[in-house]
């Protein structure tokens, strides 16, 4: 696989990550259509993409998620995780737009603008894969809120005991998430080819967020 462009600020190895669950993903999707779901092995999307099966596993649990472009957040979160090993460019200090590029960083980890069509052709043809993509999206959301539950029981400003601090955390990731899926899907926003133009529109859907936030207070 080529890619010429990346996100300003990705690391090395993450740009080489990103490429590999790209070609993952685009190998899985291809299959499918053109062979049936139930005619794919992660084998054969592995050769494809010229990965080994063990390289396959360490990106997607299965041949659905890898179908889906789901990160696989077993390895990548554990008890020791913090906000900045996931996140792939220096933490802010700003809390709102530290969580918002750790949420975009998960979800746009495999994002291919040019694969959109044939994601929704997949979608489409096998409904129970949008059943098993909302329970993904939920289940990351929940990693994420527990490791910023972690950022933000250290937090003085979370330490006088007003707020439940996990349902804080799990509110603030999925408010975030909300907002890379307007960013994507907005209608003024029109077609997504490129993970650089979703990160131009997220960061502009954060400060709208941060806007009407003010404008609420």
């Known amino acids: 696989m080529t890619d010429t462009t990346f996100p300003p600020g990705e690391t090395l190895r993450a740009r080489k990550q990103r490429q590999t669950r790209t ?7 291809r299959r499918t259509l053109e062979h049936g779901i139930e005619n794919v092995t992660v084998a ?31 390895e990548s979160l554990t008890e020791d995780t913090t906000m900045e090993s996931l996140m792939d460019r220096e933490p802010s200090g700003d809390l709102l737009v530290d969580v918002a590029h750790l949420v975009r960083s998960v979800f746009t980890s495999t994002f291919d603008g040019h694969a959109r069509e044939q994601l929704r052709e997949v979608l489409l043809r096998y409904p129970q894969l949008r059943r098993r993509q909302l329970e993904r999206v939920s289940l990351i959301e929940q990693h994420l809120g527990r490791v910023l539950a972690r950022k933000l029981k250290s937090d003085p400003r979370f330490a006088d005991g007003s707020l439940d601090v996990d349902e804080a955390a799990r509110m603030i990731v999925v408010v975030c998430s909300g907002a890379l899926r307007f960013a994507v899907h907005a209608p003024s926003a029109g077609e997504c080819t490129s993970i650089e133009e979703v990160e131009a529109r997220f960061d502009q859907a954060v400060e709208l967020l941060r806007k009407v936030i003010r404008k609420l207070q």
């Not at 990965?51 to 990160?71: C, H, M, Q, W």
């Open 23 to 29: 070609a993952i993903h685009r190998a899985a999707l």
């Open 44 to 74: 054969e999307i592995s050769a494809e993409a010229n990965v080994s099966t063990r390289t396959f596993f360490n990106y997607f649990p299965t041949k659905e998620d890898a179908i889906l472009g789901l990160r696989d957040m077993r």
